[in-house]
Nanobody, 118 residues
Framework: VQVAESGGGLVQAGGSVRLSCAAS????????MGWYRQAPGKERELVAG????????SYADSVKGRFTISRDNVKNTMFLQMNNLKPEDTAVYYC????????????WGKGTLVTVSS
């Protein structure tokens, strides 16, 4: 499975950014998608997740009401719409696909930097 992210960049506080992430190759069995982020000097944390089957979502408390995760199952693509961004949202954002095909495997994107200026 190959993973390609797009989006990110520099945005002012209060602004919006949309991230995209697409999986290609052996995508049969993908059952979960998620976005993580890692700020300088901090550990990587889960931002939002979505189930492929029923579309159920979960969010970190710090982004609830501001970020929205969505997916296109046909295209094996996920999105993260980030609104009302704050300087503390500055981080490298990573997407992850979880696949079950005999065994569970996670596939990560390379990360995209989002910088929010105050």
């Amino acid at each position: 499975v190959q993973v390609a992210e797009s989006g990110g960049g520099l945005v002012q506080a209060g602004g919006s950014v949309r991230l995209s992430c697409a999986a290609s190759g052996s995508t049969l069995g993908i059952n979960g998608m998620g976005w993580y982020r890692q700020a300088p000097g901090k550990e990587r944390e889960l931002v939002a997740g979505i189930a492929v089957g029923d579309g159920s979502t979960s969010y970190a408390d710090s982004v609830k009401g501001r970020f929205t995760i969505s997916r296109d199952n046909v295209k094996n693509t996920m999105f993260l719409q980030m609104n009302n961004l704050k300087p503390e949202d500055t981080a490298v954002y990573y997407c992850k696909f979880r696949r079950w095909y005999g065994l569970q495997t996670d596939y990560w994107g390379k990360g995209t930097l989002v910088t929010v200026s105050s």
